[in-house]
Structure formats: C-alpha cells, structure tokens
C-alpha cells in the first residue's frame, strides 16, 4: 500500500505583540510527518524547548519510518519520540544556562496509507475538516479545560467570560521526567484537511471562522496557511502564530487522450 497524495504547507509568525517567536514547526512532507511546538520559558528557552521538541518527533520517525499500514506501530513510536524529546528537554533544562523549568507543548501526526496517527501534550491542536465540517480532535491538557470536563462550566467560552485562566497548561514536555502523550489514529478521506497549530491562532480566530478559512479553499493550501496567519494577526496577534495543513488529495487521473491512445494495454 501507498500513501495518497498530501499536499503541505505551514507558516510561523512571531504576531503583533511578542518580542521573539517560541513556537517551532517542522514538516517533512516525503516523510508524512508534521510536528508544531510552544515553547514556554524565560530568556531564550522558550526557542530551546520548542526547536528540540520539534526536531527530536521528526528525526525520530524520518531515522525509523514505520510500515504505512501499520499504523499502531507508528502510534507507539509517537509516543516514544515525544518522551525522546521530554528527555533532552529535561537535559537541557539541567545544564545549559538560562533554561531551567522550561518546557513546551507539542502536537504531531504521521501519515501512513489510509490513516493519521496524531498525538499531543498541552493545548497546541489539530483539527480536521470534512464534508466542510470542522472537528477539533485533539482536546486541551489545560486548567482551563479541566473546569470544563469536571462539569464546573458547559463550554471554554463561558469559563474563559468567567475569567478562568487560559495559560495554564496541566501537561507540558520537559517538565517532568516522563510525560504521557495522548494518541489516536484516525482514517483518511480524499478532500480531508487537517490544521496543525499553537493556541497563536486558536485562541485568536473563532472556531466558525476558522472553519470558514479552510472551507472556502481552493487552489494552494500556501494561501490559506498566508490567510489564517493574516487572521490571526488582524484580530490582535497576541502571541506566536504556527500552524500546519495538510490535505489528502485524489490520486491524479490519467489524461482522458492518453487513456485512449493506450488501447487494449491497460
Ligand atoms: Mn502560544
């Protein structure tokens, strides 16, 4: 089996209003694979923890790609990757200067033939859009979100209007000798988009209007990456914008005259 066609494309933009950018984003589209980070942290450590996070996820499954129709093999391999990166966080944080207690989020998916292994830690998050419909499929490890599993208020708007704070993250990479990656695997649809990204464009850009963005696409996703970025922005730009598209396209047909020409050779 083979993998469909993806189409890639990402962004990262520091905003209006931050002094440098934390959030790291590699894709490795030969590969299948997309990892966005947030990194938290004084000084410079923020970058620190972020960059490794997003490097040590992508080398690990670029050096030891699993089988595309096994898609439980790569689940554990997500896991395994993001507690390789949680370690030299962790090391990091012990011995260079100025990155003590650092940390970051991390949100990555790997594409095999017919399916999307994703996993998370924090409140970066990936959402997917079908049939112009807009799930998130990732869910928060924040404070925020934990008031609202335990029932305490019905929606994050409704806790966020009642002045419960948004930054607090209750799961990060690094900040802790083990974490524990939430994993799923999804199937693929032709048509299917998916939007990697930092609370830079979710916690700026309404749920339907991000919706609208990627609905309304059409010809290259770089355009709408450029536009949810402009988005972002437009509404304040109050922290770093990173996200990443990736959308399952049809295998091309073959021309209508070459089908033709090739006769009774099929
Ligand atoms: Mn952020």
Not at 27 to 55: K, W
Not at 69 to 88: F, H, V
Not at 143 to 165: H, K, T, W
């Amino acid at each position: 089996m083979t993998k469909p066609p993806l189409e890639f494309a990402w962004r990262s933009d520091r905003g209006r209003v931050r002094a440098r950018n934390e959030d790291s984003v590699v894709c490795v589209p030969e590969s299948g694979i997309v990892v966005v980070a947030d990194g938290i942290g004084g000084a410079s450590a923020g970058d620190v923890a972020s960059d490794t996070a997003a490097r040590v996820v992508s080398e690990r499954f670029a050096r030891q790609p699993p089988p595309v129709d096994e898609p439980r093999r790569a689940q554990l391999l997500a896991e395994a990757a993001i507690n390789e990166a949680n370690g030299a966080i962790v090391d990091l944080s012990r011995n260079r200067a100025g990155c003590a207690g650092m940390g970051t989020t991390v949100v990555m998916g790997y594409f095999g033939c017919d399916w999307l292994v994703y996993a998370h830690v924090g409140d970066s998050r990936l959402y997917r859009l079908r049939d112009r419909e807009l799930a998130q499929l990732t869910r928060d490890h924040s404070f925020i979100q934990e008031v609202v599993d335990q029932g305490f208020f019905p929606s994050l708007e409704e806790a966020r209007e009642y002045g419960i704070n948004e930054n607090v993250l209750t799961r990060a990479v690094g900040s802790a000798p083990y974490v524990v990656a939430a994993t799923a695997v999804t199937d693929l649809a032709i048509g299917d988009i998916y939007l990697f990204c930092t609370d830079g464009l979710s916690g700026m850009v309404a749920h339907e209007d991000l919706r609208a963005v990627l609905a309304a696409a059409k010809g290259g996703l770089g355009i709408v990456a450029d536009a949810l970025v402009h988005y972002a922005i437009e509404n304040g730009g109050s922290d770093n914008i990173t996200l990443a598209l990736v959308r399952v396209n049809a295998v091309s047909h073959i021309a209508p005259e070459a089908s033709a020409s090739a006769g009774a050779d099929d």
